[in-house]
């Protein structure tokens, strides 16, 4: 006899799925370290800050026993929600499940390279055209070639940045200046990270989690859906952050 199933009366269902994640690697075990750097981060792009959740990755540390309940909660402080914890020894997993945190074993894949690690290219000569950007941007910029993958952060400290490629969901690019994605923006842009009022963002399609102009941000819920896939240039109006077809 098979029992049937009424889903009208079902409270949920189960789906597989991959949603963006930051991933916070850490390169020390002290609070307190990780309280000054973090103040600098959120001195700089704000708008990241706002109840973001991450992933605590602990591969990097050979330590036995974390602090990771002060961990978490000098991340909180920072508006950051930690939701998981990634590698450690068994003690680091069972204060992740003490602490209501989910644990994730240890990358083996090759991991997302880091800031330092991303190299700086100059355009060939037959791609200077299609790369030129508007009037007015800021000098001393940087040219990244390639997908920022999810994990990775791109950032451009004294000018603009120009991406030959997609930025997914989960990758986070930052400038000065302006930004300028040459493909799919499914990530976060943060753009004028230290103030600049004239600075924006471009990109060929739009899909972005996270926009934001020296602090003025939007998130993808507020950005009108009939934008979403199309050419778009970000800009700031009236310390409004406008977001309008890219001519």
Known sequence: MSLKVDRDSMAFTFKGGMLPMTVMELASADPERIREQL?????QSP?????????????????????????????RAHKLLPVAVRGGTDPVKQSAWALGLGWFPPQEATRPRTLESVATAEPEA?????????????????IYRGTVRSGQQVTSPEGDLVVIGAVN???????AGSVHVYGALRGRALAGIHGDLQAGIFCRELRAELLSVAGNYKR???????????SVQVRLDDNQLGISPLA
């Open 169 to 175: 969901a989960g990758a986070e690019v930052l400038a």
């Open 220 to 230: 993808l819920e507020d950005i009108d859906p009939c934008l979403l896939g199309t």
């Open 47 to 75: 708008a990241f800050f706002q109840h973001t959740p991450v992933v605590l990755s602990v591969e990097k540390l050979d330590e036995p026993h974390l602090a990771l309940e002060r961990i978490c909660a000098v991340c």
């Open 39 to 43: 103040a600098g981060k959120l001195s």
């Open 126 to 142: 037959s791609e200077t055209a299609e790369l030129e950007a508007p009037p007015g941007v800021a000098s001393g910029g940087r």
